[in-house]
């Protein structure tokens, strides 16, 4: 089926066989199709699609029940399906979105929204915005609500690493966090990991002077590259390595404590 916004194209397949037309690639393909636009800049990626973006029937049920209330609907850039990147024009202003003036949290790769949850149910004075690729862990989240939407806090389907760089007023993230971010333990994906130093610089337009950057990992050399990382860049000073106050323990927690890892915490004040 044509999608309504992308012109269907012609393929040239010679003299003589007929021409067929065709529906222009969707999603991460479409980017270089000339119905869509120009490929982005090549880029490494904190993630991979896991397990595609079905989610099971309890968490559908949810996504149903909550997403339209909860879900900030983003623009995409070409307007591609699926896409996790968001329009580099879009703003998203929080005192609106949330309907008051609150301390926000933002948090990087909410994962199925243990610490979200837990988090925003102990502190309802507070507003957490989530920003998570993968819609099957929204979907979790959203389950894990019960009866009521908890009405402070708002998810984006999106990664953090491009649309942080636009989407939020500068300053606006009274505390930013990242825990257990994906690993990547093997040295030839280290570059994939999420904190580094471009974005150590993003999160610091997010964050007031005197602000956090919460981080927590179960791997001892991601640990020490985010020191590496964090103490090398100057708007931040490492303040704490003892445990977020308002992380609860998480499957990727006890997943690291069985192996026999050490969990690391870690909270930068933006100076
Ligand atoms: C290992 S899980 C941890 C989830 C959660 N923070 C927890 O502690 O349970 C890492 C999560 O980060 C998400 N993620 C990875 N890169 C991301 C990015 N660039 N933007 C948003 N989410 C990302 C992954 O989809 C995954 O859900």
Redesign the pocket.
């Known amino acids: 089926m044509t999608r309504p916004d992308t012109p269907s194209v012609r393929s040239d397949s010679g003299p003589d066989t007929p021409s067929v037309r065709q529906d222009p690639p969707k999603g991460h393909q479409a980017h270089g199709h000339p119905a869509v636009g120009p490929r982005p800049l090549a880029r490494t ?3 991979t699609r ?1 397990g595609g973006r079905m989610l099971k029937d309890s968490h559908q049920a949810a996504w149903d029940r909550y997403a339209d209330a909860l879900v900030l609907e983003v623009p995409r850039p070409h307007g591609a399906d699926g896409s ?1 990147a968001v329009h580099p024009a879009y703003r998203i202003d929080p005192e609106q979105v949330f309907g008051r003036a609150a301390p926000l949290v933002v ?6 929204g ?2 979200l949850v837990h988090a925003a149910t102990t502190e309802p004075g507070w507003d957490f915005l989530a ?4 819609r099957p ?1 929204i979907g979790h989240a959203l389950a894990k609500m019960g009866a009521e939407p908890l009405t402070n806090v708002r998810f984006v389907e ?6 942080l760089q636009s989407m939020l007023p500068g300053g606006s993230a009274h505390e930013v ?7 990547w333990p093997k040295n030839k994906h280290h570059k994939r990991r ?1 904190v580094a130093p471009d974005f150590a610089g993003t999160v610091a337009d997010l964050v007031p002077p005197g602000g956090l950057w919460r981080l ?1 990992t179960d791997w001892a050399d991601y640990a020490d590259h985010m020191r590496a990382v964090l103490d090398g860049h100057t708007a931040w000073e490492l303040v704490s390595t003892e445990r977020a106050p308002l992380r609860p323990m ?4 006890r997943r690291g404590i069985e192996a026999g890892r050490e969990i690391a915490d870690l909270a930068y004040r933006r100076v």
């Open positions: 990626r904190s993630f896991r996790t948090e990087i790769g909410s994962g199925s243990d610490a920003l998570e690729v993968w862990g999106a990664d953090a690493a491009l649309a966090w990242t825990f257990f971010p994906d690993p999420l927590a998480t499957r990727f927690e």
